[in-house]
């Protein structure tokens, strides 16, 4: 019988490649078992690959459409809030309008009222989310509505350079007592309505007619913005203009009931205006709130193929790291002892 040696070096260096297999595959073990996915696609699916990536990809597409979405629901939900709170003002106005003209009210503090709401107004359109300006159309960072209250503004030195020309004198001249109601009529009708329902609302907005039109599927789009240019708008903004500009002391009383008069006209059509602009929001929101529900059901759907092409029972995965580990410790230990044999120490 021929009898032959056995490197113990020969058997070390063995167990070393072993050990960087085994390695090796931990960390491939490792992935899957934290992943529950395959850690190489390509491998383990071959042809099937481009379903996976295509999947994949749509999956990305469909969540960042709604991390947007998410974005145009809350400037909507915050525009809704802005048009409740104009309406309510219009109708408080409406109040104290009808109030006034039957003279039961101070002219004073109808115009107080006026001027509230030309704060308001200026407040709630100059109002901005995340930095972007809610009523500006597509000009974000513009801020849309100049006040009104401010002499220095444009849209105020033009109401009362009309208001000189048409008339020869300023509103808190004496002789603003002698206008009667057809000359302020024929004011409000001619020089006053270009101001808001013409070119001369650039002296007032600096908004854009076109509203930020948003993808909220991958075939939808829907305006999700609403402009500081919309008729309801212009129309708060003159029945409250005429008054607070007019109501002067010294204005006659036959001027300030035209002017009653042509506001409680437009406040009747604000409020209607601003209440069917709140529905065209409110149908743009839940158009969003389905329109995410629905990515959502095609998010799970490509989520679940996805997972039965590349998924790994969990079971397994942390079965097969817990077998590698110990064989991992087994070779560590046998290579330890094997590493102490030596000719010296059998002597």
């Given amino acids: 019988m021929k009898v032959s040696f056995v490197s113990s070096q020969a058997i070390t260096q063995a167990m070393r490649y072993q050990l960087l297999r085994m390695q090796s595959d931990l960390i491939v073990a490792q992935k899957e078992a934290n992943t529950w996915r395959v850690a190489d696609v390509g491998l383990a699916l071959g042809a099937r690959t481009g379903v996976s990536v295509s999947l994949n990809r749509d999956i990305e597409r469909l969540n960042g459409l709604k991390d947007s979405n998410q974005l145009a629901a809350s400037r909507l939900e915050s525009t809704q809030l802005g048009l409740q709170q104009l309406t309510e003002a219009a109708n408080d106005l409406l109040a104290a309008y009808t109030t006034g003209i039957s003279g039961a009210s101070d002219p004073a503090i109808i115009k107080q009222q006026a001027d509230q709401v030309l704060g308001l107004m200026s407040s709630v359109l100059n109002s901005n989310l995340n930095g972007e300006h809610l009523f500006a159309g597509i000009n974000t960072d513009v801020q849309p509505l100049n006040d009104f209250l401010d002499p220095a503004s444009p849209n105020r030195a033009a109401f009362d350079t009309a208001f000189s020309t048409y008339f020869g004198f300023p509103p808190n001249d004496p002789a603003a007592a002698g206008i009667t109601d057809a000359q302020m009529n024929d004011f409000l009708d001619n020089q006053a309505a270009p101001q808001f329902f013409g070119a001369g609302w650039d002296d007032w907005s600096n908004a854009t007619d076109q509203q930020i039109t948003s993808r909220i599927t991958l075939t939808e789009t829907a305006q999700t913005s609403v402009s500081a240019n919309i008729p309801g708008f212009r129309k708060l903004a003159m029945a409250a203009a005429i008054v607070s500009a007019t109501f002067d002391g010294s204005m006659s009383e036959a001027a300030r009931t035209a002017a009653l008069d042509r506001g409680i006209a437009l ?77 010296l120490r059998y002597l």
Wanted: aromatic share 2%; net charge negative.
């Fill in 267 to 343: 406040l009747g059509e604000v409020v209607n205006d601003l209440a069917n602009q709140q529905g065209a929001t409110g149908i743009t929101q839940q158009r969003i709130e389905r329109a995410n529900d629905r990515m959502s059901m095609q998010v799970d759907l490509f989520t679940e193929s996805l997972t039965e092409m590349e998924g790994v029972d969990p079971a397994e995965a942390s079965t097969r790291v817990n077998s590698l580990l110990a064989q991992i410790e087994i070779s560590y230990s046998l290579t330890a002892r094997l590493q102490q044999l030596s000719l």
